[in-house]
């Protein structure tokens, strides 16, 4: 049985070197294949971010992290739920219609995806996509690789020719044609 990696910080720093130190730890465990060490470094990561942060901007990269180091442990439905609370934050702060939203959510569809629950990515590329096709800054950076995996998505839903076109103007924007 592999012994969990863990421990406190050594002494209280300040909360991010905190939580950089458990990240830190995340990191460690998940090299050694500690999952369960992992796990209660990530939740030790987010518990001092939500002492010290919570629910400000300052909560989204340790949930950012946490999100990842999630969805590398084939942890779906915890990586979704750091995915929805970064949304959320982000759709306060920023509102429901900002550009970091929709990556946001096109984040999360990615994640859903990769899932194969097709049903729910294809509900927030739309999302995504209808917020960032309104930002040429967007269409030329952003856009193209999240229409590519809309595109799969929709190849998955049997929606071919919808995915024809999604590729089509995914190629439009890459080539800078609009």
Known sequence: MLAICCLQPARAQSPESDIKT????????????????????????????????????????P??????????????????RSLLKIIEIHK??????????AQDQAVLADLYASLGQLPQADSYYRQSIDVLDRETFYRTSSLPPILDNFAKVLHAEKKDSEAKEVEEKAQKYRDKRF
């Open 22 to 61: 458990y990240q830190s730890q995340v990191n460690v465990c998940l090299q050694k294949g500690d999952a369960p060490g992992a796990q209660a470094a990530i939740e030790q990561s987010l518990s001092a971010a939500e002492k010290a942060f919570a629910g400000t901007e300052k909560m989204v990269e």
């Open 63 to 80: 949930l950012d992290f946490a999100a990842r180091a999630y969805a590398a442990m084939h942890q779906g439905p915890m990586a979704e």
């Open 92 to 101: 306060r702060v920023k509102g429901p219609k900002d550009p970091l939203v």
